[in-house]
């Protein structure tokens, strides 16, 4: 039955769901990955660029890109504390999103920082990245740690 | 030859959180309404002869092919009509893109038709819909949120130049105090019989006592949300002489796009796209763009500023209207757009530079922070708010004078997409 919100303008509340089948096509590898602990990123050898998040396809000479494997190790770029974000995240606030400088990449990676004390965050500071046990197949699956 | 076009007539809704007293099309035709009738022009509806069509979400409404509703509603059928959507900056491109289709000689006279009704949907959900343009593979599942994305890039822009909370919060003063005076204004109770209850003006202690979003960016740091529509008319040289006595022509345009995840963009030293009145040397140990500028923006203006003539923007320009979706992306601009040098847009406001009666005022309508963002229809309130500047009308339309700036001549409209993704500028003469 049609729920109404108001009478003087009629307004009814019109619910919607969908799910869709979404392929990560060629960067599926990267997921995979993740449950033998390794980390990959994208390479192109040609234009001696790697990518994370990978690309399958280099955007600078639309070369086929290799796959290769990285340390995970590197430091924050930038960072922030996020006091409110989209509906799907609410029951994780407050969380940190940091940009983070890895080796051997030469793209910037956005991910979440996991860290005791937020406060103690600073730019510049050692990072690892962390692989998930349970994985959801998502890029929240990876994120960075304070490197002790 | 690309014949000249000029802005004829501009009309605007009172923005709201919540209109709900009308649908998204009734919305556009009161816009519309306004812009047929309130302007001192002569031209009858017939005349236009296509209309542009500007709105960002199909989700918002659960709607697709919106276009053909409006097109229908305001009784165009069956003349063109196109629908433009970038993002943030779909208002500017839809007007960039009306330019195009009369300067090309397409249409005679265009209608650009702007908006969007936000609030059928909780606000949560709607940062959600938000955040879907950014990347859902990448960005968005680790709790992507534009003010957190933004957030990252200001805090960058601090490690990078030393710009202050202070300083954004004079940002957000500035706009949310212009917005007093503009009886269109979301933030304005006195003057919008829809505006927000808990509005009026406010000082840079408020800002920074108000509850941080996303460090360092707090909630008056942030733009609105909006309901409202947006129309302006466009006319070819010939037309346009008969419509009006006061034709404001477009004499720039440019726009420039940058990686959706700003991750990816390039940090090249001594990489930034030189503007004219600028030294090489300014900028040799400077990463270009990182997280900490926007490359697009550069690069609409250097495009824009080519076309119009413009080699000093700073002196040549008399006012602007820029999308200030936060406080941190309003000094990130100044400096994209050469008012400032890279590092130095944070001491432009602070200095009262870009102040209503300062030597460039932005955003004398109050923005984006003061205003309205009802994402479709922005861009194309910003070319109506310059049009309306150029003519010297800004105060009979706000039902203020104070908005007015003095003798404005030549203006720039800013209109940006998703961390800078896509981004257009344009420029506006008298
Ligand atoms: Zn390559």
């Known amino acids: ?148 | 030859m690309a014949r000249k076009v000029a802005a004829v007539a501009g009309g605007l809704t009172y923005f709201s959180k919540a209109r709900r007293d009308k649908t998204q099309e009734e919305l556009a035709a009161e816009a519309a309404r306004m812009a047929l009738f309130d302007n001192d022009i002569d031209l009858g509806k017939d005349e236009i002869d296509g209309t542009i069509v500007s709105y960002f979400s199909d989700h918002f409404e659960n709607q697709l092919l919106f276009g053909s509703i409006i097109q229908d509603y305001l009784g165009f059928n069956p003349k063109p009509s196109v629908r433009i959507e970038g993002g943030g900056a779909t208002g500017g491109l839809a007007v960039r893109d009306a330019y195009a289709h009369v300067a090309s000689g397409l249409l005679d006279v265009a209608m650009v038709i702007g908006f969007e009704k936000m609030s059928e949907v909780n606000t949560a959900k709607g940062n959600e819909f938000i955040a879907l343009a950014s990347d859902t593979d990448w960005d968005f599942p680790i709790g992507g949120f534009y003010s957190g994305y933004y957030a990252l890039m200001a805090r960058r822009h601090m490690e990078e130049f030393g710009t202050t909370e202070e300083q954004m919060a004079m940002v957000a003063v500035k706009n949310r105090n212009n917005a007093q005076h503009n009886k269109f204004a979301q933030t304005n109770p006195k003057m919008n019989p829809f505006g927000m209850k808990d509005g009026g003006k406010i000082t840079v202690d408020d800002v920074l006592k108000s509850p941080y979003v996303a460090f360092p960016l707090k909630r008056l740091d942030i733009c609105l949300m909006s309901d409202g529509a947006a129309v302006l008319i466009l006319a070819s040289e010939e037309k346009a002489k008969k419509i009006t006595d006061t034709p404001i022509w477009i004499t720039g345009t440019g726009a420039g796009t940058d990686a959706m995840r700003a991750g990816d963009r390039p940090r090249t030293l001594a990489g930034v796209p030189i503007l004219p009145h600028e030294n090489k040397q300014w900028y040799k140990k400077l990463e270009y763009p990182g997280v900490h500028s926007f490359r697009a923006g550069r690069e609409s203006a250097r495009q824009a500023y080519k076309m119009a003539g413009i080699t000093n923007p700073l002196k040549q320009l008399d006012a602007i209207e820029l999308h200030d979706a936060y406080t941190s992306s309003e000094i990130q601009t100044y400096e994209d757009l050469g008012l400032a040098k890279y590092g130095e847009g944070g001491k432009l406001v602070e200095d009262g530079v870009t102040a209503i009666n300062g030597d460039l005022p932005v955003n004398p309508s109050g923005g984006l922070i003061g205003t309205m963002h009802a994402v479709g229809a922005t861009g194309v309130m910003q070319a109506v708010e310059m049009f309306w500047q150029l003519q010297g009308v800004a105060g009979k339309f706000h039902g203020s004078d104070k908005t007015q700036v003095k003798n404005a001549e030549r203006g720039l409209i800013h209109s940006h997409a998703g961390t800078g993704t896509y981004v257009t500028a344009s420029i506006m003469e008298r």
């Open chain 1, 1 to 148: 039955m049609t729920e109404v919100y108001s009478m003087d303008p009629l307004i009814i509340k019109t619910p919607y769901e969908m799910s869709y089948k979404h392929s990560y096509g060629k960067t599926s590898k990267f997921f995979t990955s993740l449950s033998a602990g390794k980390l990959m990123a994208t390479r192109c050898d040609h234009c001696k660029f790697t990518f994370l998040p990978p690309r399958a396809d280099c955007p600078y000479c639309l070369a086929e890109t290799k796959w290769v494997e990285i340390s995970g190790k590197g430091i924050v770029h930038t960072f922030s504390t996020l006091y409110f974000s989209g509906e799907k995240f609410l029951k994780d606030l407050p969380f940190q999103l940091v940009y983070v400088e890895l080796e051997g990449v030469d793209t910037l990676f956005l991910t979440r920082l996991k860290i005791k004390d937020k406060n103690s965050t600073k730019i510049g500071m050692k990072i690892k990245m962390k692989i998930s046990r349970e994985p959801e197949w998502r890029s929240s699956d990876v994120w960075a740690e304070p490197e002790d």
